[in-house]
């Protein structure tokens, strides 16, 4: 029993240090939301993320956006958006709710090949590396 212990708390130390990220690692990284969790990503547009140092930019379906960015381990602070403010009827929706979850998003992690951001266990947004 206390061998079977040993290795299970070995396993929850080693699967926590993989879920660690480095700010360093994804700068210059593209992304491209694939899921936005409680809804059905429309067809006519598309959100993006791009990380530059401690700056993100991208397109929030409409809209182009910019902010700052932190991250040390796990966590992660995106600093206050800014964006242009075209009117898109048909957008807006997916926009204010990929906008929100990205200055919510508190937790930063990798699951295989795709970029998870989530408020405190709670998944916000999952992306897809585009380069």
């Known amino acids: 029993m206390k061998n079977y212990l040993y290795v299970l708390f070995l ?3 080693l699967g926590s ?3 660690k990220v480095d700010l360093a690692s994804l ?3 593209k992304w491209e939301l694939t899921e936005l969790p409680g809804k059905t990503l429309p067809a006519n547009g598309k ?3 791009n990380i530059d140092g401690n700056k993100i930019g991208g397109k929030a379906f409409c809209n182009g956006f910019g902010g700052s960015v932190e991250v040390t381990g796990n966590k992660i602070r995106i600093g206050e958006i800014i964006s242009t403010k075209m009117f898109c009827e048909q957008l807006s929706e997916f926009e204010q709710a990929y906008i929100s979850a990205l200055e919510r998003a ?3 992690k990798m699951e295989g090949a ?3 951001l989530s408020d405190d266990g709670q998944k916000l947004l999952v992306f897809s590396k585009t380069n």
């Open 114 to 116: 795709k970029l998870v």
């Open 11 to 13: 396993a929850c130390l």
């Open 106 to 108: 508190n937790t930063v």
């Open 17 to 19: 240090c993989l879920e």
């Open 47 to 49: 959100g993006t993320l």
């Open 27 to 29: 700068n210059g990284s």
